[in-house]
């Protein structure tokens, strides 16, 4: 048996992969930050190195 404790943040414009004990937890997904847990409501990526992602 294999226990998942990585996987892709759920936002999908995101490439960054989330430790699930760091990740923010919202509606079952997991995400790498609030920014895109919120759906980046102020247009803001998520701001780790490489990631481009926003709204």
């Known amino acids: 048996m294999t226990t998942v404790t990585q996987m892709k943040c759920a936002c999908e414009s ?3 992969i989330v430790s699930l004990s760091d990740a923010v937890i ?3 997904k997991a995400y790498c930050s609030q920014d895109c ?3 980046h409501p102020t247009g803001q990526g998520c701001g780790h190195k490489g ?3 926003h709204a």
């Open 51 to 53: 990631c481009g992602c």
């Open 26 to 28: 919202k509606d079952s």
């Open 14 to 16: 995101c490439l960054c």
């Open 37 to 39: 847990a919120n759906g």
